[in-house]
Every structure is written in structure tokens, then in C-alpha cells.
């Protein structure tokens, strides 16, 4: 037997890289920038203050500064920024501005770091691909972690604004996403080169966007929420400590193993949350949507600066903060633009009141941040107009549904329309209660107690429930619907859910967990969903080859998801060193939801990634059709026959490297060209040919 290769050592060595690599983009340009604003007073502040405002800050503003110094010049002058600003900080340092008390630093903080220790093993274990011998598996978050590996990949190459990975009818076309964050993890990439790569450029972006938002939590306990010196230490723990807690997912979740007891296979879902329409925890989405994460620090670090401006005594103090707000707001738009859509929404209301309150200042101030994340907003606005594949509206009203009554109406065929809209309305208490757990309860006991006091609610308690019922209300009775998934609902409602947050603590700090046993019952539940899910996620493709959960048929339409798996990973490695960087491949495009080892190993571009181009993401749909047709001369659907040779379309098709694998029809044709061609790399699960233009 031939030895075989480390495939899960080199992604942990090139993550380790990655996460090495962040600090030059989400720490030092931060530091650099509230040290020469003095922001917060960051010159007077401590260690542990200055390392989470910087990498709060960093996340907020770095991404839409590197889009429009990249976009209006080069990748070479976003270099060139960024060397400005590493040279900034060694001057700091040199003229003694640099971090001091470091020698104390983690045993004073040494809880806070430990569950930062933690979450960085949680994103490894559940992202690398996890090698058992001659199986590889990778994580079920590669559904979508995959995709964002093309874009990384595609900003590399070609620049900013990048190119659609997934489509190329003869000629690059833009893309069209909220890809902000994906510059950062783009510059890791191209900053390690083949040390790091782009799929560990994604993991190591996990992991910071994860630690960021924990900083930024903690900054909420010093900046929003200061309840005083003594109880500072101990609620900014609590607070990040929540974090690792989800609803009562794992209820349903129990019962869905049950019914796959009585014989229903496909009853066990990949995840956890995949039950219901979503309301997310911030595990699974820092480790599946790390970018929406890094959206919700840039809005709430605009809301921390736009919370401090008025307290300044100088204008031009006030417009700074104002200033760098509206920026990060811009950043925030490109970055996570339905978690900005709700965000903006709040700005809005809070505008309008603090006209009714007449806090000119304050007025005046949101306006400013208004306007100046618009004017930098524009230049991505337009970036963004073109033609767009078919879908639905872009917003439209419902009402947030419940799985199971939805399941029950659908197997009655009579409950649809108005009526089902007021039963799922009638559920929501029900949803809610299971989809938060813990925080439904502990806002619910919170609200309760707050009503008992006769004060009128604080700026800061009034600022937070408009923020939770506006994040509600916008999640609950409106949705997204250009594409199946509901990412507005699904993402929006984390701004509720760092509200509910918030009030959480407060709730835990007064001691109600030591009177009310049901809370001890919901925070044991919640962190056992957290745990169940972070391990499902992992294990559920070795589960599916086991023969204990059904296959998903974008891993492995069989139950060899680990052998191919392996077999893909060696011949995209074969690849990567044998084919050009900018070569275009194209495998068959009538894919089970997608190519998932293309997307994750091929770092190339793809001609037609699948029967729609995935013109969503950019690109003319027009143009699709007839690229696909010839592509499917090459990979024809079940029962219809295949060329023996492929010059004649390599001729016309834009396309470097065929790839086939043992699931396509075309490959179980003795007489395709498939058999008759002669690979340029082959293994039991994967062939690949030449087809740079044949003559």
C-alpha cells in the first residue's frame, strides 16, 4: 500500500498560519486608528481595553477601506495602505504607545481567554477535514463554507471588484455579494501563499470573527451596559460564557433520532437548528456564516461610537465619532447586508425618537453617520446593478413558520394561505420559547422585574428594546426571497438575539439562576444543543457511511463520502500543482445541490457551476443556457450518449481541465469519450483531461 497523505496536518498547519497572519488586519489597523483618535480615551486605557477595541475596530473598518482603495486603484495599493498603516503602528510603538502589561495580561483575564481558547479548538475541530487512514471527511458547514472558498479564491486572482467563480460565459464576469469580509481572508491568503490557501484563510477567519465578537461583547459591559469596577470582570464573562448557548434545539432534535428509531432514516437532520426555520446561536454561525458575525461587530461598534460621539465637548470630536460610525456602518452593508437592512431599520426609529426627544445633537450626529455610509455605500451599490437571475422579491410579508405545524397542515392538504399564516402566528410564543431557550425566559423574567421599578427607562434600556422588538418584528413578518434560504430572518434576528444577551446577564448577575431551578434546566439545555450540534456537524458524514443517518447527497450520494472525499482531495492537490492558477475547469453540472469538492480543492475557476451558472452570485443569466448546452454535450443527462473524444467541444468551450467523477452517468458509459480519452490524472473516483482549446 502506498503511504498516504497528511491532508488533515496541512489544513491545521495552514490555519495556524491563517490565524497568525490575522492580527496584520484585524488588530493592528484598529490600534493604529483609535490611537491616533484617541478613541474612548484609548491612550489612558488598559491592555485588555485596547486589544478589543482594535480588533473590533478592525473588523468595522477594514473591509470597506480595502474595497475602495482596491476598487478605485490596485491590489498594490491596498498594500501600499496597509504597509502606511503596519509603519503607523511601529512609530506608536516606538515612541512608547505600544501595549503595556503584558506580563498580567492573562491572569487577569485568564477566564475570558480560556473560552477564547476554547472556541479557536471548536472552529478547528469542526472546519479541518478530519482524516481517518485513507478517509477524509469534511464538515457538514462545508455546504456553505465551500462557497465562500471560490470567492476567496476569486478576489485573489482577479481583483476587486472579483469575478463570479461560478460562471464564465467566454469572459469574467462580477460578482454579485455581500463579500466584504472576504477581502481580509483574501489578503491572508495571498500574504501566505501556499503556506495558507483559501479554505484556511476561511477557517482563520472563524476563528477571529468568533474572539472579535467576544471583545466586542466585553466592550458592551464597559461601554453600554457599566454596571460598575466590581461587577465589570464577572458580567463581561457571563456574557461571553452565553454565548456557548443556544434554545432548546436539542428537544426536537431528541425526537427526531426517535422517529429514526421507528425506521424513518432521513428524519436525523445534518444540524441542529436545521428543524425549524432558523433562529441561529452564535456557535453555529460563527462557525457557518463567520462573515454575518463580523456584519454584526461592525454595527455595533458604529453604535458604540454613535453612543459616545454626544458625550464629547468639541464638534469636531462629535463628527469624528459620528464619522468613523457611518464607516463602519458602510463596511457593515457590504459585509452582511441583511443583518445592515435590520440595523438601519433601528438607526431609523432611533432617529425619529431622538427628534421627539429634541436631542438635536444626537439628531445631527446619525445623520452624519447616515450620510457618510451612504456616500461610501454608492460605489458597492453600484457594483451591484446588473442583470440578475430569476427569484423572487427581494423582501416580501409573511409569517414566521413552525416546522411541525407547517409539516401537519401540508399532510392535511386543507390548512394553506391566510389560515396557515394565523395558526404559525398563533405558535409564536411556542417558537420562540424552543428556538431561545434560556434567553426567551431570562428576557421574559427581565422585563417582568423591570416593570416593578417606576423609573422610566434609561437612553441605554430604551436604545435595547427598540433594538430586540425592531430586529422581532422584521424577522417575525417579513422574509428574503431571492434565493430558498431566508437570510434575512435567519441572520437579522442575531441583532435581537445580542440584545437578549444583554439582558441575560443582567438577569444572572442579580442571582435569579440560584432562585429559579427552571433557568438552571434551560442554560444545561441550551449548552447541551450547543455541544450536540458542534459534534453532529462533525461526525455526520462518518455517521452517513456507517449506515446510521441517510446520506446527503451533496457529500456522497452513496456511503463512500470518506474514500471520495479522499480520492477528490488528492486529485485537486495533483491539480493545484499541475495546472495554472488561472485555468478554468468544468466538471458535470447536474450536481446534487453543488460540487462540493470543487468548490473546497479546485481553487479555479469554474465555467458552469451548475445547470443555472449560479448566475445568482453574477453574471447575465441570458448567457447561461447556451454555455450549458455545450457543456452537456460532454456530461449528458442519464440515457442519452456522450462523445468518445472532446476536441471538437474543447474547441468552442472555455475550459482548461475536465474533471469526471464515478457518480456521473457519463463515467458509467463504457463508450464515452471518458474511456476513450486519455487522462491527465485518474484514480478510482476521479479522472481528468486536458482541454485548453484543442485543435
Known amino acids: 500500500m502506498t503511504p498516504g497523505h497528511s491532508f488533515m496536518l496541512a489544513d491545521l498547519l495552514r490555519t495556524l498560519a491563517a490565524v497568525g497572519l490575522f492580527p496584520l488586519f484585524v488588530l493592528i489597523p484598529g490600534y493604529t486608528l483609535a490611537w491616533l483618535a484617541d478613541l474612548f480615551d484609548f491612550r489612558r486605557r488598559s491592555l485588555e481595553f485596547r486589544i478589543a477595541l482594535s480588533v473590533a475596530l478592525s473588523i468595522s473598518i477594514c473591509p470597506i477601506a ?59 475541530f469542526s472546519l479541518v477535514d478530519l482524516q481517518l487512514g485513507h478517509r477524509l471527511y469534511f464538515s457538514t458547514i462545508a455546504l456553505d463554507y465551500s462557497v465562500r472558498t471560490e470567492f476567496i479564491h476569486s478576489i485573489s486572482t482577479t481583483g476587486i471588484p472579483p469575478s463570479n467563480p461560478f460562471f464564465y460565459p467566454g469572459h469574467h464576469v462580477p460578482i454579485r455579494y455581500h463579500y466584504f469580509w472576504l477581502l481580509l481572508c483574501s489578503l491572508v491568503e495571498q500574504a501566505g501563499g501556499s503556506w495558507v490557501g483559501p479554505r484556511a484563510a476561511w477557517i482563520g477567519s472563524a476563528i ?10 466585553t466592550l458592551y459591559f464597559r461601554l453600554f451596559r457599566y454596571r460598575g469596577a466590581d461587577s465589570f470582570q464577572r458580567r463581561a464573562v457571563l456574557g461571553v460564557a452565553l454565548l456557548g448557548v443556544t434554545g432548546l434545539d436539542i428537544i426536537p432534535a431528541a425526537g427526531l433520532w426517535i422517529l429514526r428509531a421507528s425506521g424513518m432514516s432521513h428524519a436525523v437532520m445534518p444540524s441542529v437548528e436545521w ?27 458604529a453604535l458604540l461610537l454613535l453612543w459616545e460621539a454626544p458625550r464629547q465637548q468639541s464638534v469636531a470630536a462629535r463628527l469624528k465619532y459620528a464619522a468613523i460610525a457611518g464607516v463602519a456602518l458602510a463596511s457593515a452593508t457590504g459585509t452582511a447586508i441583511y443583518i445592515s437592512f435590520v440595523f438601519a431599520a433601528f438607526l431609523g426609529i ?28 454608492a460605489p458597492y451599490a453600484a457594483d451591484l446593478r446588473g442583470p440578475a437571475s430569476s427569484g423572487g422579491p427581494l423582501l416580501e410579508l409573511w409569517v414566521r413558520p413552525f416546522s411541525p ?43 417582568k422585574e423591570r416593570r416593578r421599578n417606576p423609573k422610566p427607562l434609561s437612553r441605554t434600556e430604551l436604545a435595547l428594546a427598540i433594538i430586540v422588538a425592531t430586529s422581532v418584528i422584521i424577522c417575525t413578518f417579513v422574509r428574503s426571497s431571492v434565493i430558498g434560504n431566508n437570510d434575512l430572518g435567519w441572520r437579522g434576528f442575531l441583532i435581537a438575539q445580542f440584545g437578549l444577551l444583554l439582558w441575560s446577564v443582567d438577569v444572572l448577575a442579580d442571582g435569579a439562576l440560584g432562585r429559579r431551578k427552571s433557568l438552571v434546566v434551560l442554560l444545561a439545555l441550551g449548552i447541551l444543543g450547543t455541544a450536540y450540534d458542534v459534534l453532529l456537524l462533525r461526525v455526520f458524514p462518518i455517521l452517513a457511511d456507517a449506515g446510521i443517518v441517510a446520506p446527503a447527497g451533496w457529500m456522497a450520494p452513496d456511503r463512500q463520502c470518506g474514500t471520495r472525499s479522499y480520492a477528490a482531495r488528492e486529485a485537486w492537490e495533483w491539480a493545484d500543482g499541475a495546472v495554472p492558477a488561472n485555468a478554468r475547469i468544468q466538471y458535470d453540472p447536474h450536481a446534487i445541490l453543488q460540487d462540493t469538492y470543487a468548490f473546497l480543492y479546485s481553487n479555479r475557476q469554474i465555467v458552469a457551476g451548475d445547470e443555472n451558472c449560479f448566475s445568482g452570485f453574477g453574471g447575465d443569466p441570458a448567457l ?36 469526471v467523477r464515478d457518480t456521473d452517468a457519463v463515467w458509467r458509459d463504457p463508450q464515452s469519450w471518458v474511456w476513450h480519452e486519455k487522462p491527465i490524472f485518474a484514480n478510482g473516483y476521479f479522472r481528468m483531461f486536458g482541454c485548453a482549446r484543442r485543435q
Not at 483575564?109 to 472556541?119: C, P, S
Not at 477571529?208 to 461583547?217: I, K, Q
Not at 443556457?625 to 474543447?650: F, M
Open 66 to 124: 480595502i474595497y475602495l482603495v482596491g476598487r478605485s486603484g490596485s491590489m498594490a495599493a491596498v498594500w501600499g495602505l496597509f504597509a502606511a498603516v503596519w509603519l503607523g503602528f511601529l512609530a506608536i510603538l516606538v515612541r512608547g504607545g505600544g501595549p503595556g502589561g503584558l506580563a498580567g495580561l492573562f491572569k487577569r483575564n485568564r477566564a475570558l481567554l480560556t473560552i477564547a481558547a476554547i472556541w479557536g479548538g471548536v472552529a478547528l
Open 208 to 217: 477571529w470573527c468568533g474572539a472579535g465578537f467576544m471583545a466586542l461583547v
Open 275 to 301: 428543524w425549524n426555520e432558523q433562529v441561529d446561536g452564535f456557535v453555529f454561525t460563527g462557525l457557518w456564516e463567520a462573515h454575518y458575525l463580523a456584519g454584526l461587530v461592525a454595527c455595533l461598534t
Open 350 to 377: 432611533w432617529t425619529v425618537f431622538t427628534l421627539w426627544k429634541r436631542w438635536w445633537p444626537e439628531t445631527a450626529l446619525l445623520a452624519v453617520a447616515g450620510v457618510v455610509a451612504a456616500l461610501l455605500f
Open 405 to 447: 405545524v407547517n409539516a401537519i397542515a401540508q399532510g392535511m392538504g386543507t390548512v394553506r394561505g391566510p389560515a396557515l399564516a394565523i395558526l404559525n402566528g398563533l405558535m409564536l410564543p411556542l417558537n420562540y420559547f424552543l428556538e431561545l431557550g434560556f434567553f426567551f425566559a431570562a428576557a421574559w423574567i427581565w422585563w
Open 624 to 659: 447561461c443556457p447556451d454555455l450549458v448546452a455545450q457543456v452537456n454535450r460532454l456530461y449528458p443527462t442519464k440515457g442519452n450518449a456522450a462523445p468518445v473524444e472532446i476536441g471538437e467541444v474543447c474547441r468552442t468551450l472555455p475550459v482548461d481541465l475536465l474533471v
